[in-house]
């Protein structure tokens, strides 16, 4: 299919049914397709390449959709926009720009470019407007609807704001190198800005939630932990700087990120050692931030929605100097929310602000800030309980045996500078640092559960943890000359610090018979729970870096990487022997270094031809545990190691991309108690441990984003991930599942189409989550349980309507269908922490546009 046929196939207001299926299911690796952008396509992108033109006189639609086609741009205009309207032609050599105004001369239109390389049609409201300038502008017109995109080339930008896609050109998460998602030799997901609002994805668990392959999971009420391939997810990453999850319990108290402030989430699953250091073989989260514009532009949105929920947005941006060197971006949020269980509700902020300073052609600057709080009432620090032998009781989804006096109160601040260069021969260098400062203050509830005698009793808990964790990340990257051909390289450097200050008390005896059934708020008072100090933990991390991508042959690139890492832990634990002591029983010191750690990194692409590649790669990454051997000496760091083959596809030029992978993952050195103790060094008085432990993760992930038609977006991911013991300590471990109750099977569809013709200001779409069946079994106090949470499927729904130019309105309707299901299952009968997804409701959402 030539590109002006392809482009005429997406124009269309009735593409083949057929075609549709075949993109629909987003793995139709067979032919057909456009090859991904080239470096001319790139140039041309940008409305500087200079192109020979022979497009004739007629409809503009279709003419705009050859110019699309031949330059090779993503050009995006309404059927409102080109309707009844014709043009002249446009022949003979112009720039891109130049073409556009040619070609819409008399038309009352003008080409406007966004900052992403994109173009987009405007009404023309200057009469003296030349026939061949273009205005080069981001911001919309009053009068015409927001564009629907005729695809042409994939802008070789990764921001996605502005976009309307649900992929995006360019990554950098895997490797530290731009490259494509085809490119990638890895599993990679990217969330797009146009896919968070469409869904209403408010924190980073919702979008976790939707994301392919990934699993969000509460330890009660408030707690969220993520898991991928079957691996707990111990880093979350900012701009590319990663800040560690599992340092503290505060950490997991304070995931609710609110995404107002993301321009997009890049996902990498899999081992991602090069890119983080220390952690789980399980997967990167990397929430990149918005970014200042070249040209103002300012929106407001609010929102209503069930139990109560409020919320409202301001988002203002564009330059702050008459040169446009210095530019500016403030968000500010603000949220009410009433909860489904009773008594539950909760306030929160979020206050950010970003400047960038071109301190010259090739230097840039950029500080950033953000204030985050949340205050929460009527959440227990766990959640249900269930019967002794696991059984479910059946309670309705609002139940709470929250206090009138339970809270949990979160604030972060965190600050961020990057100073940018690039020099004239492509090289870059970027030198960035991070500063967190993040506090939690919360008193609630857990409930224990006596299963010999099945009562159930009541106990109180306080937490008072504040954390500071601190990156920098120095990097510099460019091209370099090998045996005739052009490669890359990447150098790098990077510094981590976490502090944790940690002070607590639990055990408090609030209820001894807790009625289930009959709960009162109000009659237990404030017990004012004091403090007494529990952990302190500092960790450092340092490294030192360098990745590769050699062109090997013209189809086949060749990506090398290694990183050395020097790991440092230090740790005071005090334990006291119940809840009235003030003094320590005993006071633990824990310290442990791992030095000169190296991590490796490999992936081989090979192109079948211009849409699709196949991959191959290995990752590792390593976790240093604080356990010795039998004679005394530390054992070595856990290591995860991810074997994965794939086939990519890159379609329209990459609008549209999709993947399907094999994986294998072992986690190897895990360590568990010896079996003959008296060997032990130390032995009666301390424990030592063998590091032969092994747990293999292997699956299927199949994977598909971006645009199926111009009108039509999706995001869709099955997951097929199983994880067993291989060896372990105890032997009838061996060959079961590691984790039963994070799912070994997950779809997740996520969708919008905009209608044509007359109904074009309309958009329809919505989102499937369905996960396979979960469980937790064994014995508490010699009495066997057995906690189910049976397959299930959740329908979202979202309606859009463009009532104006500037004014967005959107109507999110979730568990569409009010599905009863548990979001997060109890680990044991005797500590139950049962948790409710959330039953139907609806948010309407209405952003304007200045």
Same mark, same amino acid.
């Given at each position: 299919m030539?590109?002006?046929?392809r482009?005429?196939?997406?124009?269309?207001?009735?593409?083949?049914?057929?075609?549709?299926?075949?993109?629909?299911?987003?793995?139709?690796?067979?032919?057909?397709?456009?090859?991904?952008?080239?470096?001319?396509?790139?140039?041309?992108?940008?409305?500087?390449?200079?192109v020979?033109?022979?497009?004739?006189?007629?409809?503009?639609?279709?003419?705009?959709?050859?110019?699309?086609?031949?330059?090779?741009?993503?050009?995006?205009?309404?059927?409102?926009?080109?309707?009844?309207?014709?043009?002249?032609?446009?022949?003979?050599?112009?720039?891109?720009?130049?073409?556009?105004?040619?070609?819409?001369?008399?038309?009352?239109?003008?080409?406007?470019?966004?900052?992403?390389?994109?173009?987009?049609?405007r009404?023309?409201?200057?009469?003296?407007?030349?026939?061949h300038?273009?205005p080069?502008?981001?911001?919309?017109?009053a009068?015409?609807?927001?564009?629907v995109?005729?695809?042409?080339?994939?802008?070789?930008?990764?921001?996605?704001?502005?976009?309307h896609?649900?992929?995006?050109?360019?990554?950098?998460?895997?490797?530290?190198?731009?490259?494509?998602?085809?490119?990638?030799?890895?599993?990679?997901?990217?969330?797009?800005?146009?896919?968070?609002?469409?869904?209403?994805?408010?924190?980073?668990?919702?979008?976790?939630?939707?994301?392919?392959?990934?699993?969000?999971?509460?330890?009660?009420?408030?707690?969220?932990?993520?898991?991928?391939r079957?691996?707990?997810?111990?880093?979350?990453?900012?701009?590319?700087?990663p800040?560690?999850?599992?340092?503290?319990?505060?950490?997991?108290?304070?995931?609710?990120?609110?995404?107002?402030?993301?321009?997009?989430?890049?996902?990498?699953?899999?081992?991602?050692?090069?890119?983080?250091?220390?952690?789980?073989?399980?997967?990167?989260?990397?929430?990149?931030?918005?970014?200042?514009?070249?040209?103002?532009?300012?929106?407001?949105?609010?929102?209503?929605?069930?139990?109560?929920?409020?919320?409202?947005?301001?988002d203002?941006?564009?330059?702050?100097?008459e040169?446009?060197?210095?530019?500016?971006?403030?968000?500010?949020?603000?949220?009410?929310?009433?909860?489904?269980?009773?008594?539950?509700?909760?306030?929160?902020?979020?206050?950010?602000?970003?400047?960038?300073?071109?301190?010259?052609?090739?230097?840039?600057?950029?500080?950033?800030?953000?204030?985050?709080?949340?205050?929460?009432?009527?959440?227990?620090f766990?959640?249900?309980?269930?019967?002794?032998?696991?059984?479910?009781?059946?309670?309705?989804?609002?139940?709470?045996?929250?206090?009138?006096?339970?809270?949990?109160?979160?604030?972060?601040?965190?600050?961020f500078?990057?100073l940018?260069?690039?020099?004239?021969?492509?090289?870059?260098?970027?030198?960035?640092?991070?500063?967190?400062?993040?506090?939690?203050?919360?008193?609630?509830?857990?409930?224990?559960?006596?299963?010999?005698t099945?009562?159930?009793?009541?106990?109180?808990?306080?937490?008072?943890?504040?954390?500071?964790?601190?990156?920098?990340?120095?990097?510099?990257?460019?091209?370099?000359?090998?045996?005739?051909r052009?490669?890359?390289?990447?150098?790098?450097?990077?510094?981590?610090?976490?502090?944790?200050?940690?002070?607590? +008390?639990?055990?408090?005896?609030?209820?001894s018979?807790?009625?289930?059934?009959?709960?009162?708020?109000?009659?237990?008072?404030?017990?004012?729970?004091?403090?007494?100090?529990?952990?302190?933990?500092?960790?450092?991390?340092?490294?030192?870096?360098?990745?590769?991508?050699?062109?090997?042959?013209?189809?086949?690139?060749?990506?090398l990487?290694? +990183?050395?890492?020097?790991?440092?832990?230090?740790?005071?634990?005090?334990?006291?022997?119940?809840?009235?002591?003030?003094?320590?029983?005993?006071?633990?010191?824990?310290?442990?270094?791992?030095?000169?750690?190296?991590?490796?990194?490999?992936?081989?692409?090979?192109?079948?031809?211009?849409?699709?590649?196949?991959?191959?790669?290995?990752?590792?990454?390593?976790?240093?545990?604080?356990?010795?051997?039998?004679?005394?000496k530390?054992?070595?760091?856990?290591?995860?190691?991810?074997?994965?083959i794939?086939?990519?596809?890159?379609?329209?030029?990459?609008?549209?991309?999709?993947?399907?992978?094999?994986?294998?993952?072992?986690?190897?050195?895990?360590?568990? +108690?010896?079996?003959d103790?008296?060997?032990?060094?130390?032995?009666?008085?301390?424990?030592?441990?063998?590091?032969?432990g092994?747990v293999?993760?292997?699956?299927?992930?199949?994977?598909?984003?971006?645009?199926?038609?111009?009108?039509?977006?999706?995001?869709?991911?099955?997951?097929?991930?199983?994880?067993?013991?291989?060896?372990?300590?105890?032997?009838?471990?061996?060959?079961?599942?590691?984790?039963?109750?994070?799912?070994?099977?997950?779809?997740?569809?996520?969708?919008?189409y905009?209608?044509?013709?007359?109904?074009?200001?309309?958009?329809?779409?919505?989102?499937?989550?369905?996960?396979?069946?979960?469980?937790?079994?064994?014995?508490?106090?010699?009495?066997?349980?057995?906690?189910?949470?049976?397959?299930?499927?959740?329908?979202?729904?979202?309606?859009?309507?463009?009532?104006t130019?500037?004014?967005?309105?959107?109507?999110?309707?979730?568990?569409?269908?009010?599905?009863?299901?548990?979001?997060?299952?109890?680990?044991?009968?005797?500590?139950?922490?049962?948790?409710?997804?959330?039953?139907?409701?609806?948010?309407?959402?209405?952003?304007?546009?200045?």
């Open positions: 030539s590109n002006l046929q482009a005429r196939f997406l124009g269309s207001p009735h593409p083949s049914p057929v075609a549709l299926a075949v993109l629909a299911l987003a793995l139709g690796f067979m032919g057909g397709a456009p090859s991904h952008a080239s470096a001319q396509g790139t140039a041309q992108a940008s409305g500087a390449g200079v020979d033109f022979s497009i004739a006189a007629g409809p503009l639609a279709p003419a705009l959709r050859e110019l699309a086609s031949k330059s090779n741009i993503i050009l995006s205009f309404t059927a409102e926009q080109s309707d009844g309207k014709r043009t002249s032609g446009v022949s003979g050599r112009h720039t891109v720009s130049s073409a556009l105004a040619v070609l819409l001369n008399g038309t009352g239109l003008r080409a406007m470019q966004l900052d992403n390389g994109a173009f987009v049609l009404a023309d409201t200057s009469h003296n407007t030349p026939a300038s273009v080069v502008a981001a911001a919309a017109s009068n015409t609807l927001p564009p995109t005729v695809i042409g080339t994939a802008t070789a930008s990764d921001t996605t704001e502005g976009t896609s649900y992929t995006t050109g360019s990554m950098s998460t895997a490797t530290r190198l731009d490259l494509s998602m085809r490119d990638t030799p890895q599993a990679v997901t990217v969330i797009t800005r146009e896919r968070i609002q469409d869904q209403g994805l408010a924190t980073v668990n919702d979008v976790v939630q939707t994301a392919p392959g990934l699993t969000f999971r509460r330890f009660g009420p408030e707690r969220a932990s993520f898991y991928s079957g691996m707990y997810v111990d880093n979350i990453m900012y701009d590319g700087l800040v560690s999850l599992d340092s503290s319990n505060l950490s997991q108290d304070l995931l609710a990120t609110d995404m107002a402030i993301y321009d997009r989430v890049e996902i990498v699953r899999g081992a991602t050692g090069l890119a983080q250091g220390a952690g789980n073989p399980s997967a990167a989260i990397n929430l990149v931030r918005k970014r200042p514009t070249k040209i103002p532009q300012v929106s407001v949105g609010v929102s209503a929605g069930s139990w109560d929920r409020y919320r409202a947005e301001l203002a941006s564009g330059p702050l100097s040169d446009g060197s210095l530019r500016g971006r403030t968000v500010i949020a603000t949220q009410d929310y009433g909860g489904y269980k009773r008594g539950e509700s909760s306030k929160g902020q979020t206050l950010y602000g970003i400047l960038e300073k071109d301190l010259n052609a090739s230097t840039k600057l950029t500080l950033s800030a953000l204030h985050q709080e949340s205050k929460l009432h009527g959440n227990g766990t959640g249900l309980p269930v019967a002794s032998d696991g059984s479910d009781l059946g309670l309705p989804r609002s139940t709470s045996y929250a206090n009138d006096w339970e809270h949990w109160n979160k604030t972060t601040n965190s600050a500078i990057g940018d260069h690039r020099f004239d021969n492509d090289w870059r260098v970027h030198l960035s640092a991070y500063y967190a400062q993040a506090e939690v203050d919360m008193q609630g509830h857990y409930i224990s559960h006596n299963v010999t099945g009562a159930y009793s009541q106990l109180g808990a306080r937490n008072a943890h504040q954390e500071r964790q601190a990156s920098a990340h120095l990097y510099a990257n460019g091209p370099f000359e090998l045996m005739g052009k490669h890359e390289l990447v150098l790098g450097a990077s510094y981590r610090n976490i502090n944790f200050d940690g002070n607590s +008390r639990q055990g408090l005896a609030l209820n018979k807790l009625d289930l059934h009959n709960f009162d708020p109000s009659a237990v008072a404030d017990p004012e729970i004091p403090l007494r100090d529990w952990m302190d933990a500092k960790i450092t991390q340092q490294s030192v870096y360098a990745t590769t991508r050699l062109n090997v042959a013209d189809r086949v690139k060749l990506i990487g290694g +990183r050395l890492d020097w790991f440092d832990y230090n740790d005071t634990v005090n334990t006291y022997p119940n809840f009235a002591a003030n003094t320590p029983s005993v006071i633990a010191n824990n310290r442990y270094s791992v030095d000169n750690h190296l991590t490796k990194y490999a992936g081989l692409v090979f192109d079948l031809n211009d849409q699709h590649a196949l991959y191959a790669s290995y990752t590792d990454i390593f976790k240093p545990q604080n356990y010795r051997d039998a004679s005394n530390l054992l070595d760091p856990v290591v995860g190691r991810n074997y994965e794939g086939i990519k596809g890159e379609y329209f030029d990459g609008a549209l991309n999709a993947s399907a992978a094999v994986f294998r993952m072992d986690q190897k050195n895990r360590a568990y +108690r010896s079996t103790q008296t060997q032990c060094v130390n032995y009666p008085t301390v424990t030592c441990y063998s590091a032969a092994e293999r993760s292997q699956g299927v992930e199949l994977e598909v984003q971006g645009a199926i038609t111009p009108n039509w977006q999706a995001g869709a991911g099955y997951t097929v991930a199983i994880a067993r013991y291989r060896k372990d300590a105890t032997a009838s471990n061996v060959g079961e599942l590691f984790d039963t109750d994070t799912p070994r099977h997950l779809f997740k569809l996520s969708t919008m905009r209608l044509p013709g007359d109904l074009q200001r309309w958009r329809i779409g919505g989102s499937v989550y369905r996960q396979g069946f979960i469980y937790n079994k064994g014995t508490t106090s010699g009495i066997p349980f057995y906690i189910t949470q049976k397959a299930y499927a959740v329908a979202d729904l979202v309606i859009g309507w463009q009532a130019s500037a004014l967005d309105v959107r109507l999110n309707i979730n568990n569409v269908f009010d599905k009863k299901y548990y979001n997060a299952l109890s680990g044991s009968a005797g500590f139950p922490s049962n948790v409710y997804g959330e039953p139907r409701n609806v948010m309407l959402s209405a952003r304007y546009q200045f």
